[in-house]
């Protein structure tokens, strides 16, 4: 069983992706703030991280630069989302895809199944 990490300050969000993700399989972990999902990321080392962009203590670039520099996490697929932040310029190439907020759930099971095929 695959697990993602879903890392997003807003719990509905976190709750949501859960329910929708482990309704197709997967096993799946949440973090409140980017310094939690790294924690997780290390002791957890998911086939996945979903992250959003903005949050507190450590935001999703952060995050995703943090990821990258990770000897064991350097290769995990991360997708980012964010309603406030659309520009993938300065992430390219660390991420694997950006979804803009608000997403639809066939959406995200489309990204996840593709990322984790």
Not at 47 to 61: A, C, F, H, Q, T
Not at 62 to 67: F, K, N, Q, Y
Request: no cysteine; proline share 5%; aromatic share 4%.
């Amino acid at each position: 069983m695959k697990t993602i990490l879903v890392v997003d300050d807003e719990r509905g969000v976190t709750e949501l992706l859960a329910d929708i993700l482990g309704d197709e399989g997967y096993r799946v972990i949440t973090a409140l703030d980017g310094a939690e999902g790294l924690r997780l990321a290390e002791a957890r080392q998911p086939d996945l991280i979903i992250s959003d962009v903005m949050m507190p203590k450590l935001d999703g670039r952060g995050l995703v630069h943090a990821i990258r520099a990770h000897p064991q996490l350097r290769d995990t697929p991360v997708v980012l989302m964010s309603a406030g932040y659309a520009e993938r310029g300065e992430l390219a190439g660390k991420i694997s895809e950006f979804v803009p907020k608000p997403f639809s759930i066939t959406q995200i099971i489309e990204v996840v199944a593709d990322l984790l095929s």
